[in-house]
Nanobody, 127 residues
């Protein structure tokens, strides 16, 4: 059974930092790319960051570039999203996703590229 469990969300003031974690089990984590998405109330699920199976290739949305860093530890089956200089517009439920591809191919910014999803963790940034 595939499980993705996000943690690390919470309430933070603007300018603060949070680190989200996504613990993965039930798949060969080290062979799969990982993605982070977010969804604000009333909004669509949008891609935030992504990383290939090795960590050599990463991507960040323009809205978070220079502030968010995606990484992974294949020995711990865990992916991370380090978020700094947080803004109120970063407020959303954050989801991690994985499988079944190892690289960031065509369409990786779309939710249907990914097979497995976590339940999400709330991030609230107060002004």
């Amino acid at each position: 059974q595939v499980q993705l469990v996000e943690s690390g969300g919470g309430v933070v003031q603007a300018g603060g930092s949070l680190r989200l974690s996504c613990a993965v089990s039930g798949v060969f984590f080290s062979t799969y790319a990982m993605g982070w998405f977010r969804q604000a109330p009333g909004g669509e699920r949008e891609s935030v960051s992504a990383i290939d199976w090795s960590g050599a290739s990463t991507w960040n949305a323009d809205s978070v570039k220079g502030r968010f860093t995606i990484s992974r530890d294949n020995a711990k089956n865990t992916a991370y999203l380090q978020m700094t200089s947080l803004k109120p517009e970063d407020t959303a439920v954050y989801y991690c996703a994985t499988g079944p591809r190892s690289s960031l191919g065509i369409g990786y910014r779309q939710p249907d590229y990914w097979d497995y999803w976590g339940q999400g963790t709330q991030v609230t940034v107060s002004s």
